[in-house]
């Protein structure tokens, strides 16, 4: 217990310090969202209407900065995170309520399939170190690792969209179709969601091939994997219920860091395929010089990577109690 109230205090301390950073940093360049808007229509918009767009932004210039800050720790509490400049007058909110289940649906998902099926041929590799699959999988997956998101993303679109079985390659589902819980909408989400999932798999499944079969060789060499195999223990069990759950346990920190991340988005997959996640909208946002939006995305990726980390380190206390003491 005590343990979780520590890294309870520091997740709690961190985020404040990322929370009055957010808030900091936009006022510390020249003027706000409301002049930038103003001076991106080139005069088009009156210099009379500065007010009521800094009050539809929540800008409040007259305001202490003290006043400000603890606005904005009140709205941004209460889901209120301003008005996005490039698809005016759309709440971020509403933007990023809309595409966060797409991010979710593609990268979470994914991800987790990355770690799942990475993590399995890394411990059967290192178990049968020598064999085909340790001398094959792991550096060929490993090499697709150094390669871009955007570089296998475009090498699909040609192989499996343009000259292949032309799976889609933009959007989420068909725009002759309407959202509906069914298996025919079920299936063009799916066959959607195909090619930006497999670049994910391809460059990212290599990272946890590498690092589960590094734990795993570590792990095999301790004294009670040789006591286990000297007490006659089945292979399956001694692979599994003691060398791969300790070699498990580094790599929750970087599934946590990976599960954090996700609220980004993989944001040159989903820009390459027009996929309206997190990540797409991000790019969107630096294009468009739209701070609000920009700042809420970063805000709440700090959020999910910190709350990550959090969960990964009570998890890793429940597991291994010997990280209490050193925590």
Same mark, same amino acid.
């Given at each position: 217990?005590?343990?979780?109230?520590?890294?309870?205090?520091?997740?709690?301390? +961190?985020?404040?310090?990322?929370?009055?950073?957010?808030?900091?940093?936009?006022?510390?360049?020249?003027?706000? #969202?409301?002049?930038?808007?103003?001076?991106?229509? *080139?005069?088009?918009?009156?210099?009379?209407?500065?007010?009521? /767009?800094?009050?539809?932004?929540?800008?409040?210039? *007259?305001?202490?900065?003290?006043?400000?800050?603890?606005?904005?720790?009140?709205?941004?509490?209460?889901?209120? /995170?301003?008005?996005?400049?490039?698809?005016?007058?759309? #709440?971020?909110?509403?933007?990023?309520?809309?595409?966060?289940?797409?991010?979710?649906?593609?990268?979470?998902?994914?991800?987790?399939?990355?770690?799942?099926?990475?993590?399995?041929?890394?411990?059967?590799?290192?178990?049968?170190?020598?064999?085909?699959?340790?001398?094959?999988?792991?550096?060929?997956?490993?090499?697709?690792?150094?390669?871009?998101?955007?570089?296998?993303?475009?090498?699909?679109?040609?192989?499996?969209?343009? *000259?292949?079985? *032309?799976?889609?390659?933009?959007?989420?589902?068909?725009?002759?179709?309407?959202?509906?819980?069914?298996?025919?909408?079920?299936?063009?989400?799916?066959?959607?969601?195909?090619?930006?999932?497999?670049?994910?798999?391809?460059?990212?499944?290599? %990272?946890?091939?590498?690092?589960?079969?590094?734990?795993?060789? +570590?792990?095999?060499?301790?004294?009670?994997?040789?006591?286990?195999?000297?007490?006659?223990?089945?292979?399956?069990?001694?692979?599994?219920?003691?060398?791969?759950?300790? @070699?498990?346990? #580094?790599? %929750?920190?970087?599934?946590?860091?990976?599960?954090?991340?996700?609220?980004?988005?993989?944001?040159?997959?989903?820009?390459?395929?027009?996929?309206?996640?997190?990540?797409?909208?991000?790019?969107?946002?630096?294009?468009?010089?739209?701070?609000?939006?920009?700042?809420?995305?970063?805000?709440?990726?700090?959020?999910?990577?910190?709350?990550?980390?959090?969960?990964?380190?009570?998890?890793? @206390?429940?597991?291994? #109690?010997?990280?209490?003491?050193?925590?």
């Amino acid at each position: 217990m005590r343990f979780a109230l520590r890294r309870l205090a520091f997740f709690l301390g +961190t985020l404040w310090a990322c929370l009055t950073l957010n808030f900091l940093l936009p006022r510390l360049m020249p003027g706000n #969202p409301a002049e930038a808007l103003i001076a991106k229509f *080139h005069g088009r918009i009156s210099a009379l209407a500065l007010k009521p /767009l800094e009050i539809a932004f929540g800008v409040n210039t *007259h305001a202490s900065l003290i006043q400000q800050y603890f606005d904005y720790l009140r709205n941004t509490a209460t889901g209120h /995170l301003g008005i996005s400049l490039s698809q005016l007058p759309t #709440p971020v909110s509403q933007i990023i309520s809309n595409a966060l289940p797409w991010t979710l649906g593609l990268v979470g998902v994914t991800t987790l399939l990355a770690f799942v099926v990475g993590t399995s041929i890394g411990i059967v590799g290192a178990w049968r170190r020598g064999g085909w699959l340790d001398n094959v999988l792991p550096p060929v997956f490993v090499i697709t690792s150094a390669i871009p998101f955007f570089w296998i993303g475009m090498l699909l679109i040609v192989a499996f969209s343009l *000259h292949g079985p *032309h799976l889609p390659s933009n959007g989420t589902f068909d725009n002759t179709m309407l959202p509906a819980f069914n298996l025919t909408f079920i299936l063009n989400l799916l066959q959607h969601a195909l090619l930006p999932a497999a670049a994910i798999l391809i460059t990212s499944i290599g %990272l946890w091939i590498l690092t589960m079969r590094n734990n795993m060789v +570590t792990v095999l060499s301790e004294d009670y994997i040789k006591m286990a195999r000297a007490k006659g223990l089945p292979g399956r069990r001694i692979m599994f219920d003691y060398a791969a759950r300790n @070699a498990m346990l #580094p790599s %929750l920190s970087g599934l946590a860091m990976s599960l954090g991340f996700v609220l980004g988005g993989s944001v040159l997959v989903e820009y390459v395929f027009n996929y309206p996640g997190l990540g797409f909208w991000l790019v969107q946002a630096v294009e468009g010089e739209d701070y609000p939006l920009m700042q809420a995305l970063f805000l709440l990726i700090t959020l999910a990577v910190l709350l990550a980390v959090l969960l990964t380190d009570i998890l890793n @206390a429940v597991l291994d #109690p010997r990280t209490r003491t050193a925590g």
